[in-house]
């Protein structure tokens, strides 16, 4: 990274010049790991729309964040598959964390609690992307966070896998909020946008 670019990813991250000295959060704790692991099931990444944002699973997964057909279920497919993978593992997730189906109430909260870490900290290599983190993409077009997915395997510093609902087949880094179905994704850093980022579960 040449010294301009540094100086502009040190201006976006979180401490400015000075060093990103720890994390609120480590490493994925046991739930999001799991749901990390189930996400790549194959009766997972089968589900596609029956009609526009609707269909018997995507109808489950709205569901669970107390949203009818119709409404855009990426949220809801990571709140679910969470749920889904305390449940199996005998766990509970603590009633803080949001069962909604906005990325900006769940991206915010996880600021709220110093779990979210900014691509500038990824770019910067204070931080690096983990399976079962979350993603969030900024698009600059809406001016905020509107799409997300679960990290579930990392090839590189820069590259990693995601799966993610509501999205299509689509191209590499080509980032698609309104899709029919649930989809493995190859991403990199720059994906995110210019202020997306990852929350960091410790559960």
Sequence with gaps: MNQVKQFFWKLLSTDKFNDFSSLAVKTPGPISKKAAVDACAKEVLSVREDGANSGTFVNRYL?????????????????????????????????EMPRTGSTVVFSNWGKAKSWFIKRADLELGRARIQEGDIVFYFFAAKGRIAHTGIVVDVTSNNDFKTVEGNTSSGLRDVVDRDGQGVYMKQRSISALGLFGGVVRLPY
Aim: net charge positive; glycine share 10%; hydrophobic share 55%.
């Design 63 to 95: 569901s669970a964040v107390g949203l009818g057909p119709g409404n855009p279920w990426c949220m809801a497919f990571i709140v679910l598959r969470l749920i889904k993978a305390a449940h199996s593992l005998a766990l509970t997730i603590p009633n």
